[in-house]
């Protein structure tokens, strides 16, 4: 991607774990894309991983602590961004969790422990996200999370991540119509399977790769650059006219019948 889309744009990217994760891959592409980054990280034992990544873009991107379950962290976050950005224009959100031992079996034996933790973790952190980040997005904005397919089809181990993914997507409607009057735009980026440390915890997941890359209408698999290209349309001013969507990047899958 060489357009310039995001050229003076300033944004906070949660959810790099790896080089392998989505968020690095979108954080690439919107820094390619001209804009100003900061991150996250989740406990101190990833901090230094971060920030070597980080340390490979141009110029230099404040990485700051999150936990997105901690009310304080988020409160801590919007303080540190007021005071080191001032503003914010768009906030990506490439997170989920759950318990291992609810990505295998059956959906029917998820504990209500492991049900709210994938709901808190998942879903209801695009929500105390988006509230934190709207009081800095004076001129408008745009907030993108990343789900999948199986918030509304039951996808084999898929489980209580799925259910979690379908409150995801329920939120980013009814962000998009809060935060409309404030020209904030809130849409989702609906995944293929890509392999990453989060994709690896799901039963079952290179069954799942094979089986979309036989059936999905571009016969293959995304590639992880693919969804950071559509992520960083969705961040710049190219989709301003869009909001409270949940966009396909999937080389097709979603479509297919028998
Ligand atoms: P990933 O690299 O493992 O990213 C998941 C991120 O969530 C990690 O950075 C992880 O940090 C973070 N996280 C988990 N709990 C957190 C918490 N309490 N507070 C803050 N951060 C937390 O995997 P990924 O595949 O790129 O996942 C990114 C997003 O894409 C997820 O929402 C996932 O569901 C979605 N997605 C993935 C695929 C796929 O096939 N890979 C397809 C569609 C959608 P730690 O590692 O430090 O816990």
Not at 97 to 109: S, V, W
Not at 177 to 201: E, K, Y
Not at 229 to 255: H, K, M, R
């Amino acid at each position: 991607m060489t357009m310039r889309m995001l050229e003076g744009k300033k944004g906070i990217i949660l959810g790099v774990a790896n080089k392998r994760s989505i968020a690095w891959a979108i954080a690439k592409a919107s820094s390619d894309a001209g804009a100003t980054l900061a991150f996250t990280y989740q406990g101190e034992k990833i901090k230094e991983k971060v920030e070597e990544l980080v340390k490979t873009l141009p110029g230099t991107s404040p990485v700051y602590p999150c936990d997105v379950t901690s009310d304080d962290d988020l409160a801590r976050l919007q303080e540190n961004l007021r005071q080191d950005l001032g503003s914010v224009d768009f906030l990506v959100h490439s997170i989920a969790f759950a318990d291992r031992k609810d990505l295998e079996g059956i959906f029917l034996d998820t504990s209500r422990k492991g049900y709210l933790l994938a709901q808190d973790v998942s879903s209801y952190s695009l929500t105390a996200l988006s509230r934190m980040v709207a009081p800095l997005m004076s001129q408008g904005g745009s907030i993108i999370t990343l789900t999948y397919l199986g918030s509304e089809r039951a996808v084999k181990n898929y489980n209580v991540m799925g259910v979690a993914k379908a409150a995801l997507e329920a939120s980013v409607r009814y962000l998009a119509v809060d935060l409309g009057a404030r020209q904030i735009r809130v849409n989702a980026v609906s995944a293929g399977p890509v392999n990453t440390l989060a994709a690896r915890g799901i039963s079952g997941f290179t069954e799942i790769l094979d089986h979309v890359a036989h059936k999905a209408p571009l016969q293959r698999n995304v590639e992880i650059e693919e969804v950071a290209n559509a992520s960083v349309f969705l961040l710049s001013p190219l989709s301003s006219g869009i909001t409270g969507e949940v966009i396909y990047v999937d080389c097709g899958y979603n479509i297919v019948g028998i």
